[in-house]
């Protein structure tokens, strides 16, 4: 492993003009030191430095990568699309296309609405709920991140969680008061907020697994419970699918619990790697949108053809069962090599993971929600991702995030990882 003299170089010279160097605050290292690595390519399970070095790559863009860097099928077709044009502020053919393949992938989207970014859909659907609802007031839970819009950057977990900053200065406490906040899989203490303040909540928002604490499993009943609940209020269920939607299952965490959300958000593997996010849901919800209604929303970009090229691409891929229960194989390989070795260094961990979704959380106390996972010892995690760096793995640089394994991790990316892993857990 080289040093990496020219990754320090392009990050001095980064914050000479984008505050940090970056253009996402965890991408910096703050919450592990050293040096950002700056990456000029990637390929399969692999990403390459501006110094050389090449890593296997478990952030794979945070969630949009399940196949794994510059996949054949997507850059060949984003190609040809590129050629055609690429954007015309006018409708196009792809878009619906998109459309019909996540709505029959998860039937509890009669229709949706594609914008740029995880964050314009769910600051959309909230907008959309208390539109729906003539209500004000949401809840969501800790730990939980959907984005960063103001009413929703309230106990959002990981950058947060990261950087110590329990809110952001900026947001207005009469638009924070209207976010209640419960503790994650408290299924009472949604009731209690809906008694306290009653005909006043318009939406529940979840992830309905989470991973933006870490990855942490909604208990036996939790979401069935919460689906009950919000129906008897009349309070709209929104899943933020943005990470679980065609990661969990093909279609989602809905279709792995069996639970139908009034609306969701997805983002991420729907844009196959390129800027996209989609708010959706019952067609009496989602007719209130305009033009169709009145709820405003609208995007430059939106459904931008080369996105949705990227993204019908990969569901058609990811439409095969097979690769599902590929993904579960070595991410559960990945899961047992890693504890083998941790009990091997005598670590006391907590592997938490979730189909190809894995956090290895430093403490030995179970984690169900965002108190529990703040147990965890952030220091040490620090150490063992410098560890994995060195020995070649990019690792997520935050004890509050979740590892993404894709399709493109062959069995020999999964053994070596688990080597270094090795070697990193006796360095510490
Ligand atoms: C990433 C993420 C978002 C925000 O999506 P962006 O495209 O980064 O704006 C929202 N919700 C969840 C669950 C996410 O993981």
Same mark, same amino acid.
């Given at each position: 492993?080289?040093?990496?003299?020219?990754?320090?170089?392009?990050?001095?010279?980064?914050?000479?003009?984008?505050?940090?160097?970056?253009?996402?605050?965890? &991408?910096?290292?703050?919450?592990?030191?050293?040096?950002?690595?700056?990456?000029?390519?990637?390929?399969?399970s &692999?990403?390459?430095?501006?110094?050389?070095?090449?890593?296997v790559d478990y952030v794979g863009?945070w969630g949009?990568l399940i196949?794994g860097?510059?996949?054949?099928?997507?850059?060949?077709?984003?190609?040809?699309?590129?050629? &055609?044009?690429?954007?015309?502020?006018?409708?196009?053919?792809?878009?619906?296309?998109?459309?019909?393949?996540?709505?029959?992938?998860?039937?509890?989207?009669?229709?949706?609405?594609?914008?740029?970014?995880?964050?314009?859909?769910?600051?959309?659907?909230?907008?959309?709920?208390?539109?729906?609802?003539?209500?004000?007031?949401?809840?969501?839970?800790?730990?939980?991140?959907?984005?960063?819009?103001?009413?929703?950057?309230?106990?959002?977990?990981s950058?947060?969680?990261?950087?110590?900053?329990?809110?952001?200065?900026?947001?207005?406490?009469?638009?924070?008061?209207?976010?209640?906040?419960?503790?994650?899989?408290?299924?009472?203490?949604?009731?209690?907020?809906?008694?306290?303040?009653?005909?006043?909540?318009?939406?529940?928002?979840?992830e309905?697994v989470a991973a933006n604490m870490g990855v942490v499993h909604?208990?036996?009943?939790?979401?069935?419970?919460?689906?009950?609940?919000?129906?008897?209020?009349?309070?709209?269920?929104?899943?933020?699918?943005?990470i679980t939607?065609?990661r969990v299952s093909?279609?989602?965490a809905?279709?792995l619990?069996?639970?139908?959300?009034?609306?969701?958000?997805?983002?991420?593997?729907?844009?196959?790697?390129?800027?996209?996010?989609?708010?959706?849901?019952?067609?009496?919800?989602?007719?209130?949108?305009?033009?169709?209604?009145?709820?405003?929303?609208?995007?430059?970009?939106?459904?931008?053809?080369?996105?949705?090229?990227?993204?019908?691409?990969?569901?058609?891929?990811?439409?095969?069962?097979?690769?599902y229960?590929q993904l579960e194989e070595r991410t559960a390989a990945l899961q047992d090599g890693i504890a083998e070795e941790a009990?091997?260094?005598?670590l006391?961990l907590n592997i938490s993971r979730a189909a190809s979704l894995l956090t290895v959380f430093f403490t030995?106390?179970e984690v169900?929600?965002?108190?529990?996972a703040?147990?965890s010892?952030?220091?040490?995690f620090?150490?063992f991702f410098?560890?994995l760096?060195?020995?070649?793995v990019y690792w997520p640089p935050s004890q509050f995030e979740a590892a993404f394994v894709s399709l493109a991790h062959?069995p020999?990316d999964i053994q070596s990882t688990i080597?270094a892993m090795?070697?990193a857990f006796?360095?510490?």
């Open positions: 492993m080289k040093e990496p003299h020219k990754s320090g170089q392009l990050f001095k010279e980064a914050q000479r003009y984008l505050p940090g160097g970056v253009d996402s605050p965890v &991408r910096a290292f703050k919450a592990v030191g050293g040096t950002p690595r700056f990456i000029v390519k990637g390929k399969g &692999r990403i390459y430095d501006a110094d050389g070095n090449g890593y863009s949009p196949l860097h510059a996949r054949r099928e997507i850059t060949s077709s984003l190609k040809q699309a590129v050629m &055609r044009g690429t954007s015309f502020g006018a409708a196009t053919e792809l878009e619906t296309r998109l459309a019909r393949i996540i709505c029959a992938a998860m039937p509890s989207l009669q229709m949706l609405r594609f914008v740029s970014s995880g964050t314009e859909a769910t600051m959309t659907a909230i907008r959309l709920a208390r539109a729906f609802t003539g209500r004000d007031r949401i809840v969501k839970f800790a730990g939980c991140y959907h984005g960063h819009s103001d009413g929703l950057l309230v106990s959002a977990g950058g947060m969680a990261t950087l110590g900053i329990p809110d952001s200065p900026g947001i207005l406490r009469q638009v924070a008061q209207n976010t209640l906040v419960a503790p994650y899989n408290d299924v009472e203490s949604v009731q209690h907020i809906f008694d306290k303040y009653p005909a006043q909540i318009a939406a529940v928002i979840i309905p909604p208990a036996r009943g939790f979401l069935s419970n919460l689906r009950k609940l919000t129906k008897k209020y009349g309070v709209l269920l929104i899943f933020d699918e943005v939607g065609f093909y279609g989602g809905q279709q619990y069996g639970i139908n959300p009034d609306l969701t958000c997805l983002g991420k593997i729907i844009g196959g790697g390129l800027p996209v996010g989609a708010y959706g849901g019952r067609r009496e919800i989602m007719q209130m949108v305009a033009p169709c209604g009145k709820v405003y929303q609208a995007g430059t970009l939106s459904g931008n053809p080369l996105a949705m090229t990227a993204g019908i691409e990969t569901l058609n891929i990811l439409s095969n069962p097979q690769i229960r009990c091997k260094a005598r006391p030995e106390a169900t929600d965002y108190e529990s703040c147990k010892d952030s220091a040490l620090a150490r410098r560890g760096l060195n020995n070649g062959s020999q080597r090795g070697r006796k360095s510490l």
